[in-house]
C-alpha cells in the first residue's frame, strides 16, 4: 500500500493554476523525486501535503488519513517531516536547541530532549557544533540543522525541497551520502526536491516531472530523462543523461 | 568533538558562573528583604514599590513579547482590568480584595484569550498594532461604563488596615512585601518557562513561526498559553496598584503610555531574558524620578527629552538590551 497518495490535487492562487489535478503515490520505503522548472508547482504540494495551505480540491491521504484540514503541526505528529526551499532555523537558538524543540513532542524534559537532539546532530554531523548560535552557520549546515530538526520529529516520511540549492559543490556528496543513509538506516521514505539533475537521478528511485502544476512524467529517472515532454519543459535538447554508475557523489548508496 | 578535558574545562566555567549567580542572587534577595529596614522614608519605599511593581509587568510582558516575539502594546488592558474588576466587585458587592484579584485574573485571561485568538492570525508589526487599537477601544468603554464609575473613576473606602482588607494607609512596607511576593512569583514563573518545553516553544515560535508548526508545535495554543501567563500577571499588578492607590480611573489604568512603559522597561533591559526586565526596570524608574525632580519642575520636559535619548541610545547601540550587552562582554 502507497504511504502518501495525491489524489487530484489542485491548487489555485486566483487567476494562477498552481497545480493541475496532481495525482500520485509514494511508496513505503522509496526516494522519490520531484522534478520541474521554476513555477512547476513543486514547492506549493509540499506546502499542501504538510497543511501550510489547503488545497483547492483534491485529496491527500497518509496512512489512510485525510491530511487536507489538517495543521502543519497535526500533519507532523502523523509522521510527515520537511525541510524549506529557504531553509528556516531557528536563529536565535543553539543547534541543540533546534532540535530539542522537535525532539520535545515525545520527551518534554529538556535533558533527555537534549540527548535524543544530539542522536540526530551526530547523523548530519552536527554534533562538534552543539553549542554554537544557528547564526553561524553555512547554508549547507543549515540545510543539515533542517535536516536532523526534520528527523528528530521521527517521521516516517520526510519531504526535502532543495536539498542542494545553494550548497557549494564540495558539499554535495555529503548530503547525498547522509540522505542515502537517512533511508538505510532510518527506515524512511523520502520525497526530494532538486534542480540538480546528476544528483536527482543518482538518488531516486523514481521520478515525478511537473510542469506548468500539471504532472507530464512519472517513472524510473532513465523513463523520466527519456520522455520527451520533460526534454521540452525542463531538461532542453542539449541535455545529456548523466551516468549513473560514476557519478562523483557514489551513487546510490 | 570536545575533548574530555574541554569538557571539564567548560564544567568547571558553568559551575564556576552557577558560584557568582547564586551568590548574587542570595545577595539580591537579601537586600530586597532588609530594603524597608534600612529605608524608611516613605517616598524610597514608594520608588522600590513601584520598581517591583513595574519590574513585575515588564516581565509579564516578557513572556509574551520577549519570550513568544507576540510583541503587545495594549498590555494595560489587563492592568486595568485587573485593577477595575477588584475594585468594582469591592465596591459593589464588598467582595474582598484578594478574591478579587482573582476573579480579576480570571477575567483577564478570558479576555486575553478573546483577544488573542483572533489577533494572533496576524504577525508581526499589524499584532502590534491591533493590541493597540484594542487598547484604546477598552480605554474608551471603561470612560463611559458608568458602573465602574466612567471618567470620574472609583476611589475604594479607607477601612481597617489589615492583610485580609489589603489596606495599610498606616505604613508601606506592607504592600512592599506583598508586591515583593508577586514579583518573585512572576519571575519563578518565568524561570520554570525558560527551562520547560513551553519556554522552548515559544522562543521557536518566535524564531520561526513556519518552522515551528513543521516541527510538531501547535503554535495557536501556544501563543494563547503565553497571553494567559502574561496577561494574569499583569492583572494581579493592577489589583495591587488599585489597593495601593486605592483610587482609579481610565487614565491611568488603561493608558497607552502604560502599555509603551512596561514594553520599553523590558527592552532597555532585554528582551527574552529572565533578567532584562528587572534590570530595566530598575534603571529606568529611578532614572525618570530623579530626571523629573532634577527638570520636571521647570515645565520644559528636559526629563522626557533625557528618557527618550536614553532609549534611543539603547535601540540603536545595544538592542538586545543591558543584559545582552553584558552578555556579549563576559562572552569576550
Sequence with gaps: ??????????????GLLANNHVSFEVAEGEILGLIG??????????????GFYPPTSGRITFQGHDLVGLRPDQVNRLGIGRTFQKVKPFLGMTVIEN???AAMQYDPDPHKARRDALVFLEIVELADKRDSGARGLSIGERK?????????????LLLLDEVTGGVDQRTIPTLLQ?????????????????????????????????????????GTPAQVVKSPKVIEAYLGDSFVVPEIGRTSNGGRA | MTTPT???????????????????????????????????????????IRILLYAMLAQAWNILAGYCGQVSLGHAVFFGT????????????????????????LVSVALSQAIGYPCFRLRGHYFAIATIAIGEIIHTLAINWEFIGGARGLTLPIKKDS???????????????????????????????????????????????????????????????????????????GSFYAQYVLYLDPDSVFPLALSILVCLLAVVGGVGTLWGPLVGTALMIPLSEFTRIKFGGTGSGVDLIIYGGLLTAVAVFQPAGLVGMVRRWRRR
Design chain 1, 37 to 50: 522548472p521554476n513555477g512547476a508547482g513543486k514547492s506549493t504540494l509540499f506546502e499542501q501535503i504538510t
Design chain 1, 178 to 218: 547522509l540522505i542515502s543513509r537517512l533511508r538505510r538506516e532510518q527506515g524512511l521514505t523520502l520525497v526530494v526536491i532538486e534542480h540538480n539533475m546528476r544528483v536527482i537521478m543518482s538518488i531516486s528511485d523514481r521520478i515525478v516531472a511537473l510542469h506548468l502544476g500539471e504532472v507530464i512524467a512519472n
Design chain 2, 6 to 48: 574541554e569538557a571539564e574545562d567548560k564544567g568547571a566555567s558553568v559551575r564556576r558562573g552557577l558560584g557568582v549567580g547564586a551568590v548574587a542572587l542570595i545577595v539580591l534577595a537579601a537586600a530586597a528583604l532588609a530594603f524597608p529596614a534600612l529605608f524608611t522614608l516613605p517616598y524610597h519605599r514608594d520608588l522600590a
Design chain 1, 144 to 156: 543539515r540543522l533542517e535536516m536532523a530538526r526534520a528527523m528528530a520529529t521521527k517521521p516516517r
Design chain 2, 163 to 237: 492583610l485580609l482588607a489589603f489596606q495599610f494607609s498606616g505604613t508601606k512596607f506592607i504592600y512592599y512585601y506583598i508586591v515583593l511576593a508577586l514579583a518573585v512569583a512572576c519571575f519563578l514563573t518565568t524561570w520554570w518557562i525558560e527551562r520547560s518545553r513551553i519556554g522552548y516553544y515559544l522562543r521557536a515560535i518566535r524564531e520561526d513561526t513556519d518552522a515551528a508548526r513543521s516541527v510538531g508545535v501547535p503554535v495557536t495554543k501556544y501563543k494563547l498559553i503565553a497571553m494567559a501567563v502574561s496577561a494574569g500577571f499583569v492583572s494581579i499588578g
Design chain 1, 99 to 101: 532540535v530539542m524543540v
Design chain 1, 1 to 14: 500500500m502507497a504511504l502518501l497518495n495525491l489524489d487530484g490535487v489542485t491548487k489555485r492562487f486566483g
Design chain 2, 82 to 105: 485587573g485593577a477595575y474588576t477588584s475594585s468594582a466587585l469591592q465596591m459593589h458587592w464588598g467582595v474582598n480584595p484578594w478574591i478579587g484579584l482573582v476573579a480579576g485574573v
